[in-house]
Every structure is written in structure tokens, then in C-alpha cells.
């Protein structure tokens, strides 16, 4: 048991992983409870990835045959994480309500989940469901969390300094971290087992979003037709997911649908290399060598811009 960051009072290692204390209930859950079907399709994330990115770009293109006009689409009036439940995040208290909206989705389903690759219920890893994963460099990453959590409503919220949270976030304990074997658990798997998991990183996704939207309707067994792409509809889902449009909608302005953090706060820079701006010469040697160390050998890296 370690002291927590952000709404979550404590990190216990559960299963291998820092399980924040107000989700263990949700994964335990989860992994009792949810029932895969064979079309779903999960958004896997470290946190702070680029998740609310993904949820909303994986939805789009999976249901994009239903809705045709974008004018009244979905994301346009709900936070992407209302439209793509996190299951361990919610299966707590409203349990039995979890568990009807999750059978009543539409399908195929679009689901997340934070929690790393071996500990997924057995009955994804079991069913021809598809997972996409996303993770982001862990500078930028870090920044991410450590704002992000100081912004937490619960009157439970463990405010830590910078420098406390980076030395946590260097030992791995940090929410479903540590973040090096949660990166891992899925990179070997998209590894052995390319059909099932794709591994994407958030600069992959800044960098080309064309390309990587295409891969990810590929993946998905839906690929962009011909018309689809001169007909303007590939563009039309970037434009919509995008942080400028996203970040200035009603709905992610205003609202708080995990109730322990307010909408706005799943956007906030969206910037390559921010980092730089709360990093001391330390705390760089610092990182780089864990990085070094923990992913080495491995074939992932990250480019970081120092
Ligand atoms: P920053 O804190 O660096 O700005 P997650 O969704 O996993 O919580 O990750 C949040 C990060 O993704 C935040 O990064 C946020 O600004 C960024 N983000 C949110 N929506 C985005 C979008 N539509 N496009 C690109 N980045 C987005």
C-alpha cells in the first residue's frame, strides 16, 4: 500500500499493478462480471494517453454508417467517455446498473479499460474482440498526470508537489502503473498477436492522423472505401475528434461525468514536449534512465525532444 495521488487516498499493488483504492472494486467487477462479445471492441490506455482521443476517434469510425451527418452526432453532445464506458472506473457502488447499460450498448460495443494486458477478464483475451492500445512518452505522460490530478474534486484528494509525484512516478507507482510494464504487457502482445492488439503512441497520432485513423479502420476489419475517402468522411471524423473542435464543445466544457473531475480537465494542451516547462536538469537524467532501463531490449522507444 502506497500513498495515492489525485482522488485516489492509497495505491495498492493488486495483480501486479498500482490499483488506485477508490477502483479496486471496479476491477475486481469487471473482471467478475463483464461479459465480452465477440465484436467488441476495447480502447486500451495507460492514463493520460490520449484515451479520450481514442474512445472518441474508435467510436466515430466504428459507427460511422449510423451516423451519416455529422451535424447531429453524438460526440458533438456527449463527452467521449459517456459514449465509451470505462468499466472498472464505474463498477463500483452502481454495479447492477454497470452491468445492464454494458448489455443494452449497441453493437459492436466500444469499451476502455486502464488495466494492463494480464490482468484483462479472461473473457476478452478468450473472445475474437479487438484491442486497441495507446500509450505516450512518459515525459509528457507524467505532466499530464501530475496536472491532472492536482485539478481532482474529491474532498478525499491527495495533493502531492511536483517533485513527490515525479519520485513516485519514477518507482512505477502511479495509477495502473508501473507504466513501463503496463506499456510492455501490451507491446508483447501486439507483438505475438498482431489480429488482436494494435499499439499505437499519442506522437504516432499527432504526427500522422491520416494514416493512423486509416490503420486503425483496417484493424478494426472496416476499412475507408474509396468513395468513403473522396466523399470527405475520413476527414470529417478527424475533424471532429480533434482537440480544437473537442475541447470547445458545450459538453466537454461544462460537464463532470466521472464526478470526482470536471470535463474540462481531459483537455488541457494536447502538446508535444510540454514537459520541458516542469522538468529540472535532474529530473531529466532521472527519467531517461529509468526509461532506458526498464524498456531496453524491448524494441519500444520513445523520441524526446530535450
Ligand atoms: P495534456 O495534459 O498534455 O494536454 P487522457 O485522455 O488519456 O486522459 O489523456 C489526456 C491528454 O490527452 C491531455 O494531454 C489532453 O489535453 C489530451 N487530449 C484530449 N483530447 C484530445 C484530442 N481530441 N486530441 C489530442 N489530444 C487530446
Not at 52 to 71: D, G, M, N, P, Y
Request: glycine share 4%; net charge neutral; hydrophobic share 40%.
Amino acid at each position: 500500500k502506497e500513498r495515492g495521488w489525485g482522488a485516489a487516498p492509497y495505491f495498492y499493488l493488486f495483480q501486479d499493478f498500482w490499483c488506485p483504492s477508490n477502483y479496486i472494486q471496479g476491477v475486481f467487477n469487471f473482471q467478475k462480471f463483464f461479459q465480452t462479445k465477440e465484436d467488441d471492441v476495447f480502447v486500451a490506455s495507460f492514463p493520460k494517453s490520449g484515451t479520450t482521443w481514442l474512445k472518441a476517434l474508435t467510436f466515430a469510425i466504428v459507427k460511422r454508417q449510423h451516423f451519416a451527418s455529422v451535424e447531429n452526432h453524438p460526440l458533438l453532445t456527449s463527452i467521449p467517455h459517456a459514449l465509451v464506458p470505462s468499466p472498472e472506473l464505474t463498477m463500483d457502488a452502481d454495479i447492477y446498473d454497470q452491468i445492464g447499460h454494458l448489455s443494452q450498448m449497441t453493437e459492436p460495443r466500444v469499451v476502455a479499460t486502464h488495466i494492463p494486458y494480464p490482468s484483462l477478464p479472461k473473457s476478452i483475451m478468450e473472445s475474437s474482440s479487438r484491442i486497441i492500445y495507446i500509450c505516450r512518452n512518459p515525459f509528457d505522460t507524467f505532466v499530464s498526470a501530475w496536472t491532472f490530478s492536482s485539478k481532482a474534486n474529491s474532498a478525499s484528494s491527495a495533493s502531492l508537489t511536483l517533485e513527490e509525484a515525479f519520485e513516485m512516478f519514477c518507482k512505477g507507482i502511479v495509477y495502473f502503473g508501473p507504466w513501463w510494464s503496463h506499456m510492455l504487457s501490451y507491446w508483447q502482445e501486439s507483438k505475438t498477436n498482431p489480429n488482436k492488439v494494435l499499439f499505437l503512441k499519442y506522437e504516432d497520432l499527432k504526427e500522422d492522423i491520416n494514416f493512423q485513423v486509416k490503420r486503425i479502420a483496417e484493424f478494426l476489419g472496416c476499412p475507408f472505401s474509396e468513395e468513403e475517402e473522396s466523399n470527405g468522411v475520413m476527414e470529417s471524423i478527424i475533424k471532429l475528434c480533434s482537440f480544437e473542435k473537442m475541447k470547445d464543445l458545450d459538453v466537454n466544457k461544462f460537464g463532470s461525468h466521472f464526478k470526482i473531475i470536471d470535463n474540462k480537465h481531459f483537455f488541457r494542451k494536447a502538446e508535444i514536449g510540454d514537459w520541458i516547462n516542469y522538468f529540472s536538469p535532474s529530473m531529466v537524467e532521472k527519467l531517461s534512465k529509468v526509461i532506458e532501463q526498464k524498456l531496453s531490449g524491448s524494441g519500444l522507444s520513445f523520441k524526446i525532444q530535450y
